[in-house]
């Protein structure tokens, strides 16, 4: 197999969480290529960032709308971006086996619409930050917090094996990525402790309305579906004269409908017994095969 054909079959079997991290690192290499050139030739590279991190004013964000999403793409040094991406990844994983991929950016983006409106809303609103001067969010951690906040809270007892830590509570440790953050706002970044806490608070509300039958994510996954459609071109058929014919149903017709109905309520009883597993022993407790198994399941949904 050929390296650029092993590239599109990795692109093409990556997941989300994948797709986000690849994102994610990519822009951020490009940023510093940028900026090294920008170094070596004496130009300012300032003004690039400039047009992609969040303003905390609204009249500097009315120029510059799409901010409140290209915010999430730019990270300030190594350590900022491998945090995020390790607790995307972290959390990202857990999340996939309960929801769908598009659920999942659902609650990244939105929690990153939700951490700078936060970030936004705090730093006009408090007095502790009135002499603040001209200030910046960037950052993937609102959006990142959504979805860790968002799955913890639907499996809050399950437990997960972390180094040195052993078999803790999922809830723990996000709670416990939670207070860091309420209890770090006046040591310094508060403004992204803030957003932090914004994307967290989505996450939450976001699995709390989906248990009560409420997808208020709904109306972004449509706008990102419309957004989609726009640059997807299909083919257009041929047309074709279609010629029904009723035929009568069969024994053997109903046989394989019985059949499917079975085969379905079989599949759909496995992996109502792996989430039980799950919720008890944890996700590692999975063998390869259910692990495979839950994965195939969930998309074919």
């Known amino acids: 197999m050929k390296a650029s054909d092993k590239f599109k079959y990795k692109l093409q079997t990556a997941t989300v969480v994948e797709k986000l991290i690849a994102v994610n690192v990519l822009v951020f290499v490009l940023i510093y290529l940028f900026r090294t050139i920008a170094f070596l030739f004496q130009f300012p590279s300032n ?13 500097e964000f009315i120029f510059k709308p799409w901010s409140i ?58 007095p502790a930050f009135a002499a603040t001067g001209r200030s910046y969010l960037l950052g993937a951690s609102a959006g990142v917090m959504a979805v860790l906040v968002g799955i913890a809270s639907y499996i809050p007892n399950m437990r997960v094996r972390l180094m040195l830590l052993g078999s803790i509570k999922f809830w723990y ?47 972004f996954e449509k706008i990102m579906d419309s957004f989609a459609s726009m640059f997807s071109s299909s083919p257009k058929k041929a047309k074709m004269k279609t010629v029904y014919r009723k035929e009568k149903a069969t024994s053997t017709g109903k046989r394989r409908s019985t059949s499917s109905r079975m085969n379905k309520n079989e599949k759909q009883k496995r992996i109502d017994n792996i989430l039980d597993k799950i919720s008890t022993s944890g996700y590692d407790s999975l063998s390869k095969e259910e692990k495979d198994f839950l994965f195939k399941a969930g998309k074919e949904d």
Not at 117 to 123: F, R
Not at 186 to 202: E, I, Q, R, V
């Open 173 to 219: 440790i996000a709670a416990f990525l939670v207070l860091l953050d309420v209890i770090q706002i006046p040591m310094g970044n508060a403004g992204g402790h803030l957003a932090h806490l914004g994307g967290a608070l989505l996450g939450y509300v976001y699995t709390t309305q989906l248990q009560k039958g409420n997808d208020i994510g709904s109306w």
């Open 69 to 126: 999403i290209t915010y999430a793409f730019l990270h300030s040094g190594i350590w900022h971006i491998l945090s995020n991406m390790l607790i995307l990844y972290f959390s990202g994983i857990y999340f996939l086996n309960y929801f769908s991929p598009k659920r999942l950016l659902n609650y990244f983006f939105l929690g990153v619409i939700v951490g700078a409106l936060v970030y936004m809303l705090s730093y006009n609103l408090f």
């Open 47 to 59: 003004f690039f960032m400039e047009w992609f991190v969040f303003p905390k004013e609204p009249g």
